[in-house]
């Protein structure tokens, strides 16, 4: 299955439970605009490279389109429109006044310097500026792009459009960014282990938790919940995964990546294992985030996990998906898993407007209040109409982008 096909899938299903109207199924399902634009961008030792850059508009009938931009070697037109279809059901889920977007631009992060980068961000804009906006479409850090990149973007648009922060989120915080944005989506998928575990009925002192991925995402997570006393056993990144029984001393790996350039290669403190083991590891929860399609038909039968959290987009494919709920391993699906850091940059967007800076204490709280009430709205609907985490999380979201498009008189 091609990429924006799983989220199709994951979107009948749960219109199926809802019984959608063929109009709305049609309506929501296709996106409102797809750019493709020609980026002519000289590299440093003088050649001219044409890159194609993307950005998919899927919905805003609840509000100015939102979703991060991606700088990576696969981006497709394919990806980035199943990736904006994610996002119209994530705001959703998370009930935030957006709707959904996202955006890539196909270039290998690895190989390029920082000046072509900055290179490319200001070309990006140049060609997308009067289609995005504090009120249209507003871009955020993804995959190989972060808050430097951000700022080049805000300085490019606001030679267009003058001072406008809000037209990004994802800023430094000397840009106008927020406290809390860079470990929101990790603390975030930390904040929801410990309410599933909950509502499995198992202990979140002791649970243990193997995480791939020790990026931004996977780093915080982990040391959220080692902080709730979980044991994570496990992590890993591109250098391989990392094993230790007794777990491991998060604080002291978060160091050690640091001083070694952002990897673990070498990490002394655990048994090194292969990145397929970490996944098949016999643990309480098993947290991938790093890439997607990492769980698929080959190894879903020997994941041991009692749980998944999703914090990377996509991670289990929709085929071992049925797999592991024939197998009954829940799954937090990543429309609601990873829907932290979207929530904060809500946070970030309205302190822009209101031209009033957040403290940490008020964006843990509201993040902490916001995620908790999605969880518990998707988790008592899944009980209730006896659905999966994922299919009751796509309900929750487009029974109300279905009620807003209603409401707006764009269907009866
Ligand atoms: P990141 O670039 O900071 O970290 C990615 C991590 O994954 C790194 O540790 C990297 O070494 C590792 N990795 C890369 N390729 C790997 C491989 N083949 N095998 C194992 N590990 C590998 O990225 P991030 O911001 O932490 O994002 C991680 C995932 O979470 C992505 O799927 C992203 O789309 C998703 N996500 C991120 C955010 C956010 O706010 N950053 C929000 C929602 C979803």
């Known amino acids: 299955m091609q990429a924006?096909?799983?989220v199709q899938h994951y979107f009948n299903t749960?219109?199926?439970?809802l019984e959608l109207s063929e109009e709305l199924r049609t309506l929501l399902s296709t996106p409102e605009r797809e750019i493709t634009v020609q980026l002519p961008v000289e590299m440093d030792d003088g050649r001219l490279v044409s890159l194609l850059g993307y950005r998919v508009q899927h919905n805003r009938v609840r509000g100015p389109m939102k979703g991060g931009l991606r700088y990576h070697h696969e981006v497709d037109l394919d990806e980035v429109r199943s990736l904006a279809s994610l996002m119209t059901w994530k705001t959703a889920v998370?009930?935030?006044?957006?709707?959904?977007?996202?955006?890539?631009?196909?270039?290998?992060?690895r190989a390029i310097s920082p000046r072509e980068k900055e290179r490319i961000t200001r070309k990006f804009v140049d060609e997308i500026h009067e289609l995005i906006g504090p009120d249209k479409d507003i871009p955020a850090p993804d995959m190989g792009t972060d808050h430097e990149v951000m700022a080049w973007f805000?300085?490019?648009?606001?030679?267009?459009?003058?001072?406008n922060p809000a037209v990004v989120t994802g800023k430094p915080v000397e840009h106008y960014g927020i406290p809390g944005r860079e470990e929101a989506t990790g603390r975030g998928v930390g904040i929801l282990t410990i309410k599933s575990l909950g509502r499995l009925g198992c202990k979140a002192r002791g649970a243990t938790v193997a995480i791939q991925g020790f990026g931004n995402v996977g780093s915080h997570a982990a040391k959220f919940l080692s902080e709730a006393e979980c044991k994570v056993v496990a992590v890993s990144d591109l250098s391989g995964g990392y094993y230790n029984p007794e777990g491991l001393d998060i604080m002291e790996a978060v160091r050690y990546a640091r001083e070694h350039g952002n990897s673990l290669a070498g990490y002394p403190g655990a048994e090194a294992i292969t990145n397929h083991d970490l996944l098949e590891l016999d643990v309480t929860v098993l947290i991938p985030a790093a890439l997607g399609g990492v769980i698929h038909t080959e190894n879903a039968d020997r994941i041991r996990a009692k749980l998944i959290v999703e914090a990377a987009n996509s991670p289990v494919r929709p085929e071992a998906d049925e797999i592991l709920a024939q197998r009954d391993?829940?799954?937090?699906?990543?429309?609601l898993a990873n829907a932290g850091g979207v929530t904060v940059s809500y946070f970030e967007w309205a302190q822009n407007r209101q031209f009033y800076q957040w403290n940490l204490n008020r964006v843990r709280g509201e993040l902490d209040h916001?995620?908790?009430?999605?969880?518990?709205?998707?988790?008592?609907?899944s009980a209730e109409r006896n659905v999966t985490l994922r299919t009751a999380a796509f309900m929750v979201g487009?029974?109300?982008?279905?009620?807003?498009?209603?409401?707006?008189?764009?269907?009866?």
């Open 370 to 381: 916001l995620l908790s009430t999605a969880f518990e709205q998707v988790w008592d609907l």
């Open 94 to 109: 998370v009930n935030i006044p957006f709707g959904g977007a996202k955006g890539g631009v196909t270039v290998d992060n």
């Open 398 to 412: 487009i029974q109300r982008v279905a009620r807003a498009a209603k409401l707006a008189g764009l269907t009866s």
């Open 14 to 17: 749960a219109a199926d439970e």
């Open 4 to 6: 924006f096909e799983a």
């Open 329 to 335: 391993v829940a799954i937090l699906p990543d429309v």
């Open 154 to 163: 805000v300085n490019q648009y606001n030679k267009y459009a003058g001072f």
